[in-house]
């Protein structure tokens, strides 16, 4: 083995081979000649990733790994760590994208000559893209010299165990481009280590991006124009300033050195080079609270997703800090001093969007730095995500946009307050679908349609829409009653100064208030009337049935059927398992795809017919896809049976999937849930015509449960707008 190989894992090998961790291990009892593990543990051995791939193409388990598997499993088992092999293939990108005809010249020589004369051509790209390194190498335990270049040159014997994995990120990048190859391999990064990073997902990233651009100057009548200097204190990933549009600069500061110098390169893959777009890009490392990297810059607007609920961001240190020119933060409020550091780095007249706690909007250790926000006109709006929009997932977040006061008129003293975390539910009692703003977690927030209200209440609340304003609009109010509202800043200044949305903006009544009452009365009857007539008749009873039963996994293999197992590929509407527990239409939305799909698991979509079972629960819940849910992808922990319908009815197969005892016979229990294998239900072995009967009556079954599903939504419904309407008057009491 060559030294210094990549490892990989068990687990990698089932990726690469596209089989499950449990093949992989019975292929190293039944085979002599599988590779031996070169490290790792003895209860999570690593192999040779050379050695690997050639056994699976001597036993014909692998036609050809797929190229951005393998540079993956290059980057995972580097030598010098993941984070180390991403900064060499970055920069390596970079001189692909930026001097491709350098490359090639580089690339024609062997692994060590390579590896001595790459350093001078990264240390050009990086030069013309951050500027020269000024800085020394840091010696352990000082703080970051801010005036060093994030990303440094490595040398050549930290190239040269790199060298094949940059050969294999070229010939991805030749395929896919080398902003897409950096982005997939980020992405891997970001997956694989989700508790290390704190990310902002694309969707709230353009959201905040669109915020920050300056309002129109009515006097001269000038149109929108996107922010030009654009500053994120705290960069983490560098999706926020990756979301912004045509600016002539950029920059950034991360505490990370590690991450910092990727979030660099990360900017400069998605920009062209200096002398394409001219934007300028500075990446500093540093804490920005005790060691601000751009102490004299006064940017257009200043996006940030800082950290929550630090303790330790310099309370201490920073007492007499300038920046606290709205009041000294308390030690539990550091979110207030990073809106104070944002605000400073501001011009006159620029904007900033911060991403915060909606704790920071009520705690009372911070209501007079929040009061002076509101008096000086500073604070403009404060919007209440749908949770799910960000981590912590489990809350709804807040955006705040502010603005810096300059000498020109002063702002109308009032807060924009949106409230988009929980909207009301749709009369009909269907609860929320896949347009609604906020689906119910972050796999099911329709982005697009967030970012419309949002936007649009902004822009009716600073005059700037092109649309009319809605009839309702007034000097109290921006838009639909219980969405948004500009209020009055003299009604915020009380004792609490809570700036919470929910507290201001009241939902609208269940059932559309008391005039959609009657409606909602009508439904439930009708729903109750249809109930009556699907409940069942009185049973028959009959000895029990001894039928000859087959299983799911047999009809499988005869090709009786088809089994495919739910995934996040493709686009369009996901059935979720909360779709099939629930009986509501597909809600959820894929994940975006980081990189050209080569090598990608295709989506599964489904067809009219199909019996699709969820996977965990170990429940007996079944649902047969419609017209109306064919074309969606079928989701993660779902499977799905696709019978031949010369040989199954599908209504037949459904329906004994759901027996107790089959369901109980076919379930396995891990540590914490029970687990379906739908290749261990059963089914009779019986002529079609007689699948067909006990089809039918199957099929009625659910159509009565769909109706009393239907009936308890409308009955809630009715019974909370009688609530809604009584203690708010608009109802009287009969």
């Known amino acids: 083995?060559?030294?210094?190989?990549?490892?990989?894992?068990?687990?990698?090998?089932?990726?690469?081979?596209?089989?499950?961790?449990?093949?992989?291990?019975?292929?190293?009892?039944?085979?002599?000649?599988?590779?031996?593990?070169?490290?790792?543990?003895?209860?999570?051995?690593?192999?040779?990733?050379?050695?690997?791939?050639?056994?699976?193409?001597?036993?014909?388990?692998?036609?050809?790994?797929?190229?951005?598997?393998?540079?993956?499993?290059?980057?995972?088992?580097?030598?010098?760590?993941?984070?180390?092999?991403?900064?060499?293939?970055?920069?390596?990108?970079?001189?692909?994208?930026?001097?491709?005809?350098?490359?090639?010249?580089?690339?024609?020589?062997?692994?060590?000559?390579?590896?001595?004369?790459?350093?001078?051509?990264?240390?050009?790209?990086?030069?013309?893209?951050?500027?020269?390194?000024?800085?020394?190498?840091?010696?352990?335990?000082?703080?970051?010299?801010?005036?060093?270049?994030?990303?440094?040159?490595?040398?050549?014997?930290?190239?040269?165990?790199?060298?094949?994995?940059?050969?294999?990120?070229?010939?991805?990048?030749?395929?896919?481009?080398?902003?897409?190859?950096?982005?997939?391999?980020?992405?891997?990064?970001?997956?694989?280590?989700?508790?290390?990073?704190?990310?902002?997902?694309?969707?709230?990233?353009?959201?905040?991006?669109?915020?920050?651009?300056?309002?129109?100057?009515?006097?001269?009548?000038?149109?929108?124009?996107?922010?030009?200097?654009?500053?994120?204190?705290?960069?983490?990933?560098?999706?926020?300033?990756?979301?912004?549009?045509?600016?002539?600069?950029?920059?950034?500061?991360?505490?990370?050195?590690?991450?910092?110098?990727?979030?660099?390169?990360?900017?400069?893959?998605?920009?062209?080079?200096?002398?394409?777009?001219?934007?300028?890009?500075?990446?500093?490392?540093?804490?920005?609270?005790?060691?601000?990297?751009?102490?004299?810059?006064?940017?257009?607007?200043?996006?940030?997703?800082?950290p929550f609920n630090e303790r330790n961001w310099g309370h201490d240190e920073l007492a007499y800090d300038p920046r606290w020119e709205y009041g000294f933060p308390a030690r539990t409020e550091s979110e207030l001093a990073w809106v104070q550091h944002a605000l400073a780095r501001l011009k006159d007249g620029g904007t900033a969007v911060l991403l915060m706690p909606p704790a920071a909007a009520s705690r009372r250790s911070g209501r007079r730095i929040r009061a002076d926000l509101l008096r000086r006109g500073a604070l403009r709006a404060v919007i209440a995500l749908p949770a799910g929009a960000a981590p912590p997932y489990g809350i709804p977040l807040h955006l705040w946009i502010l603005r810096r006061p300059g000498g020109g008129p002063r702002p109308a003293p009032e807060l924009l307050l949106v409230d988009m975390a929980e909207p009301a539910e749709p009369a009909s009692g269907a609860g929320a679908g896949p347009g609604s703003p906020a689906g119910g977690g972050r796999d099911r927030i329709d982005w697009p349609a967030v970012h419309r209200a949002v936007l649009d209440a902004w822009q009716h609340h600073t005059g700037h829409s092109a649309a009319p304003a809605p009839p309702a609009a007034s000097a109290g109010s921006a838009g639909p009653a219980g969405v948004s509202r500009a209020v009055p800043v003299i009604e915020l200044l009380d004792d609490d100064v809570d700036l919470a949305p929910a507290r201001h903006l009241p939902r609208p009544a269940a059932g559309g208030g008391a005039a959609g009452l009657s409606g909602v009365r009508e439904r439930l009857a009708d729903t109750l009337r249809l109930t009556a007539r699907l409940t069942p008749p009185p049973a028959d009873l009959s000895e029990p049935a001894h039928w000859p039963l087959t299983t799911v996994g047999e009809l499988a293999r005869a090709g009786a059927l088809h089994l495919r197992t739910g995934g996040s590929g493709g686009g369009g509407h996901v059935l979720t398992e909360h779709d099939v527990l629930a009986g509501t239409?597909?809600?959820?939305?894929?994940?975006?795809?980081?990189?050209?799909?080569?090598?990608?698991?295709?989506?599964?979509?489904?067809?009219?017919?199909?019996?699709?079972?969820?996977?965990?629960?170990?429940?007996?819940?079944?649902?047969?896809?419609?017209?109306?849910?064919?074309?969606?992808?079928?989701?993660?922990?779902?499977?799905?049976?696709?019978?031949?319908?010369?040989?199954?009815?599908?209504?037949?197969?459904?329906?004994?999937?759901?027996?107790?005892?089959?369901?109980?016979?076919?379930?396995s229990y891990a540590s914490t849930a029970t687990r379906l294998d739908a290749r261990r239900l059963q089914l009779p072995r019986l002529p079609l015509a007689e699948q067909r009967r006990y089809g039918e009556q199957f099929r009625t079954l659910a159509e009565f449960e769909d109706a009393l599903r239907a009936a308890g939504r409308l009955g809630g419904l009715l019974v909370q707008g009688m609530y809604d309407g009584l203690t708010d008057g608009t109802v009287a009491p009969k």
């Not at 597909?586 to 795809?593: E, F, N, V, Y």
């Not at 990608?600 to 199909?610: R, S």
């Open 1 to 306: 083995m060559p030294e210094n190989a990549t490892e990989v894992t068990a687990a990698g090998i089932a990726r690469l081979a596209g089989v499950g961790r449990a093949a992989v291990s019975n292929w190293r009892r039944r085979h002599a000649d599988f590779p031996k593990p070169v490290g790792g543990t003895e209860t999570s051995p690593s192999f040779a990733l050379p050695e690997v791939e050639q056994w699976l193409r001597e036993q014909g388990k692998l036609a050809e790994i797929p190229l951005r598997e393998r540079v993956w499993q290059q980057v995972s088992g580097h030598p010098g760590g993941a984070v180390t092999a991403l900064i060499h293939t970055g920069c390596a990108l970079l001189v692909v994208r930026d001097r491709p005809t350098a490359w090639l010249e580089l690339a024609a020589v062997p692994d060590e000559r390579m590896a001595g004369v790459l350093p001078q051509a990264i240390d050009d790209v990086l030069t013309a893209r951050f500027g020269p390194d000024a800085g020394s190498p840091r010696r352990s335990g000082q703080l970051p010299d801010p005036a060093a270049r994030v990303v440094r040159t490595p040398d050549a014997a930290c190239l040269l165990p790199s060298v094949p994995l940059l050969r294999a990120a070229a010939e991805l990048a030749a395929g896919s481009g080398a902003r897409q190859s950096f982005e997939f391999l980020f992405g891997r990064q970001l997956d694989a280590n989700p508790r290390q990073y704190t990310l902002t997902p694309p969707g709230l990233a353009e959201l905040m991006a669109a915020l920050a651009e300056p309002e129109k100057d009515t006097d001269r009548g000038t149109g929108r124009q996107p922010a030009r200097t654009v500053l994120d204190p705290a960069a983490g990933t560098g999706s926020l300033l990756r979301a912004v549009s045509r600016p002539t600069a950029l920059y950034a500061q991360e505490a990370d050195p590690d991450l910092a110098a990727l979030t660099a390169l990360r900017l400069a893959l998605h920009r062209d080079g200096p002398g394409a777009d001219g934007t300028v890009l500075a990446v500093r490392t540093g804490d920005t609270l005790r060691a601000d990297a751009f102490p004299q810059l006064a940017a257009d607007a200043v996006l940030c997703h800082p």
């Open 585 to 667: 239409a597909p809600s959820g939305t894929p994940a975006p795809a980081a990189a050209p799909a080569e090598g990608a698991e295709d989506a599964v979509l489904l067809e009219p017919g199909d019996v699709v079972v969820p996977v965990l629960g170990g429940g007996s819940v079944t649902r047969v896809v419609d017209e109306a849910t064919a074309g969606a992808v079928l989701g993660r922990n779902l499977q799905l049976l696709r019978p031949d319908p010369a040989a199954i009815d599908p209504w037949f197969l459904a329906g004994f999937l759901r027996g107790t005892a089959n369901n109980r016979q076919a379930s």
